[in-house]
């Protein structure tokens, strides 16, 4: 999941409204002169907000339903012309603009469940932010207008907040973008403590296939409980305490996974690619524990160049885009130059991404100058490069970096950047093919809707959605298997868990190509 921004703060409070249509309630919109931040998302709430229940008589019967469906059909018909109007005004707000004060009222009929009412708030709120910064403004060629009717009337009579929030997720489902989703106030406080680097779970990043929406294990956390137990990149989720997982987002299988340190989940995955025998099945039982995502782990590697000199290489595997990331990577990167390291392997592999601003920042750790980190493509076919202003990278020593199919979204921005700028070299397996931007706004109720709001290319414009990068070289066991039996014997015991991984000894060996290169010149 990717956010451009930072997360939006929840929206103004409740104006008075002096009119109400019953038997509906009303959300009234107002507007007043104001500017936002840069690349923050701040929509006008639909805040004037009173439930008139009272006026609600039971439905008695169908035909008497169906009149009130009726009525309130037209009633929502007659207010959306207003959101039409109003949404020059809306994108003036949030290309940092002074804004007209403007007045929108949407009626709808109210719920006799509280908690469904409250959702009913929610989901006009989410209706509005899909409106104007969606994508594919023909919203996979339907009318979002009559899908907001539609999905009211569903909802009415519904008698739980979790039903109703299905509602709204079905709504956005149509929109044929699986990253477009809505998360319970639970959900996205999970959300926070994630990005933020602490939770309690079983230490596992989860993803839906685009093409088929399974659900696919990117990676483990290091001695998590996930990892303890063998799940490995690639193991597809099927159930989760026996509830099979058809049709259900990542983040709602990660908030399943999730639990208070102690207590137990079972996962039922699915291993290779036979589907007709029951050998690739298993049940695993986790215990959760306290996760900590930090996400940089680094090594110094002895290294045995050309001419026969040990030198020392600077490992850093980064395995999530936190808040934190940059920061971390920043503090490696000064330490390992302290120490004498003379180049580096960056390794993304199995990295699904995070914050993009994250990814963007570790990109200037490695860059100098005004360089274009990444191009990004609004919903108008606007295309917007991000450049570096007076960059000035720690380091230049020689650089490689390690990506495979687990490497998404941030990692392949981060991959991207460095490779089309030429600070270095990829090696491995064709990534991910992430290439959504996802900007995240909290919602009045707690809580937050993530919106792809654009699309990004390479900075030599090469398309990464559904189509990944592809590394400059390839990584196989084939490739070392007249180099392997001696390159280990020069590797030092302190190394000793990264021998193995022909990936590195492919990077090392490049590395080693490019010093040639360069002494040559």
Avoid at 38 to 48: K, Q, Y
Avoid at 304 to 309: A, E, F, N, Q, R
Avoid at 342 to 365: E, F, M, T, W
Avoid at 496 to 505: N, P, V
Wanted: one cysteine or more; proline letters at 4%.
């Amino acid at each position: 999941m990717e956010s451009l921004s930072p997360i939006s703060s929840k929206f103004s409070s409740p104006n008075s409204l002096s009119s109400l249509l019953p038997p509906f309630s009303t959300f009234n919109h107002g507007r007043k002169r104001r500017k936002c931040k840069a690349w923050t998302l701040s929509l006008p709430c639909f805040s004037s907000y009173k439930s008139v229940a009272s006026h609600c008589k039971e439905q008695s019967n169908d035909r008497d339903l169906v009149k009130f469906e009726n009525d309130w059909r037209r009633s929502v018909g007659r207010g959306l012309v207003g959101v039409a109007a109003a949404a020059a005004a809306m994108f003036a707000v949030y290309s940092d603009s002074p804004a007209v004060a403007e007045s929108l009222t949407v009626a709808f009929p109210v719920s006799r469940a509280r908690e469904v009412n409250t959702v009913q708030r929610t989901l006009v709120e989410a209706w509005g932010l899909i409106r104007e910064t969606f994508i594919d403004p023909t919203f996979n060629h339907q009318d979002w207008d009559q899908k907001l009717q539609q999905t009211m009337v569903e909802m009415f009579p519904l008698r739980t907040a979790d039903a109703a929030y299905n509602k709204i997720s079905g709504m956005l489902s149509t929109l044929g973008d699986p990253f477009t989703r809505i998360i319970s106030p639970k959900e996205f406080q999970n959300f926070r403590i994630g990005s933020d680097g602490n939770l309690q779970g079983v230490g596992i990043f989860i993803n839906a296939e685009p093409r088929t929406g399974h659900l696919i294990v990117l990676s483990c956390i290091e001695g998590s409980p996930a990892a303890r137990a063998g799940i490995h990149e690639g193991d597809e989720l099927i159930e989760i305490n026996g509830e099979r997982l058809d049709g259900s987002d990542s983040e709602a299988a990660a908030q399943k996974l999730r639990g208070r340190v102690g207590t137990t989940v079972t996962v039922k995955l699915h291993s290779g690619t036979d589907w007709g025998s029951d050998s690739g099945f298993r049940e695993v039982q986790l215990s959760r524990d306290f996760i900590k995502l930090s996400p940089v782990f680094s090594a110094i590697i002895p290294h045995k160049t050309l001419d026969g000199h040990i030198s020392k290489l600077g490992y850093v595997k980064l395995s999530a885009f936190s808040q934190t990331a940059a920061a971390e990577m920043e503090n490696c990167i000064y330490e390992m130059e302290a120490q004498g390291v003379c180049s580096y392997i960056l390794d993304l592999r199995n990295n699904p991404g995070g914050l993009v601003k994250a990814g963007l920042d570790v990109a200037q750790i490695w860059l100098d100058g005004d360089e274009t980190l990444v191009n990004t493509i609004d919903r108008d076919g606007n295309m917007l490069p991000i450049n570096m202003f007076n960059g000035h990278a720690i380091t230049h020593d020689p650089l490689v970096v390690l990506v495979n199919e687990g490497s998404a979204s941030a990692s392949e921005i981060l991959a991207g950047a460095l490779h089309d700028n030429g600070r270095a070299i990829l090696v491995g397996h064709k990534t991910f093919g992430k290439g959504k931007i996802q900007r995240v706004t909290e919602l009045h109720d707690g809580s937050a809707l993530f919106v792809t709001v654009a699309k990004y290319l390479s900075p030599a414009l090469h398309d990464i959605d559904q189509v990944g990068i592809t590394p400059d070289v390839l990584c196989t066991t084939e490739m070392l298997s007249s180099q392997k039996e001696s390159s280990l014997k020069e590797k030092s015991p302190a190394a000793s868990y990264l021998e193995a991984d022909s990936c590195i000894m492919v990077a090392e060996h490049e590395l080693d190509v490019q010093e040639s290169k360069g002494t040559a010149s």
